[in-house]
């Protein structure tokens, strides 16, 4: 079975598995999101869904955070820690939307990448799940996975992404690294990974090891 069989087994087996596929972050609107994914640096998404409508519900729109003085934002973000970089990213990130892309978030990964505090992980995300193109979402549980199943060889995230663009067809890309964390969560998890009622074992060549 070569990379690309290996990794369509995958997917399949993934969607046995969740059928469902969508971001944990609760936030749909693009800027909404944009903001709930640069909260969950270091953060559990869990926290980040309590945070987020209470900092919504202060600044219910874009051109209200761009306003919005950085210490009334990180009073409300503290609980996700890093909370001073975070609040700054924030504001300044609605700043530019509104001054330069109309108040709407941009649909290039190049546009995004100027944004303050957003990454590929980040940039990925957003292309995939608000304006559905191919995407690669290389976070820890991605990267994880897809290196106990042999389908990458790197702990670098630009790596990882690249290598898994290679075998796996754009239309899945998202719902893949969606269905990565849940199962990342639920039984591949970092430490004593449930092997024994994985449905992936007999796919994966780390089946059985300790993490």
Known sequence: MNKKELCNAVVEGLKALYPAAE????????YRLLIAVRLSAQCTDARV???TPVL???F???EA???ASVEDIEEIVKPCGLFHTKARDIKNMCVMLRDEYGGTVPDTMEQLLRLPGVGRKT??????????????VAD????????????????DPYKVEMQLRKVVEPAEGGDLCHRFVLFGRDICTARAPKCGRCPLAPLCPSNGEKG
């Open 56 to 58: 919504f519900e202060k």
């Open 23 to 30: 971001c944990s972050l609760t936030e749909r609107e693009a």
């Open 60 to 62: 219910a729109t874009l």
């Open 140 to 155: 820890t549980h991605c990267i994880r996975i897809s290196n106990r199943l042999g389908l990458t060889d790197s702990k």
């Open 65 to 67: 955070l761009a306003e």
């Open 123 to 136: 940039a990925n995300l957003i292309l995939g799940d608000v304006y559905g193109q191919p995407s690669i």
């Open 49 to 51: 869904n309590m945070v």
